[in-house]
């Protein structure tokens, strides 16, 4: 196990934020969402620096949109919301969770990482060399790319990726 503490990254440290820790803080998760919380709020305070990846974007959408058809109680599952949202276009503009917490993100102090052609290329040669899944490796590709040496997850699998530094909640 080769990680550390959400809540003691080193200050101005830059930090990119993988989709789990989003998802804890927005669904209030009851182990892991406060201190999801406190490490945004370090970010809106600057106190480190907050990265996220458009990637983490797209994945935060889509999980915060299945979890809030499920809460509604419009859907048991994650194969029963996919279905109803192709099938009933009018439920994703009525959603409001998912919305508001991109909208949170981009008023906020994190930087938004663009992709880049060579990013996906990187995130190849990663996923080779540390076994990685290809989401798993793009994120890790943006960090690479970018320079950023620290990632907020609960995800285990980026320990094994020796240049970066896993904080978890």
Known sequence: MNFYK??????????LF???????SALDHPEYGESCTQAFQRVESK????YVPTIVLNELLHRLMIAE???????????????LLKHDKSIIPSLNICWQEID?????EFTVLEDMPNIFRKAIQISREYSLLSSDAYIASF???????????????????????????
């Not at 058809?69 to 599952?77: D, G, P, T, Y």
């Open 6 to 15: 959400l809540s003691y990254i080193p200050s101005n440290a830059k930090v």
């Open 18 to 24: 993988d989709t789990n820790i989003f998802v804890y």
């Open 47 to 50: 106190e480190i620096k907050g």
């Open 69 to 83: 058809v499920i809460k509604k109680e419009l859907a048991r599952n994650t194969r029963e919301v996919l279905k």
């Open 104 to 108: 949170k993100i981009f008023a906020s």
């Open 143 to 169: 960090a690479n790319v970018y320079g950023i040496t620290n990632i907020a997850t609960n995800d285990t699998d980026f320990e094994s990726v020796r240049w970066i530094k896993v904080w978890k909640p």
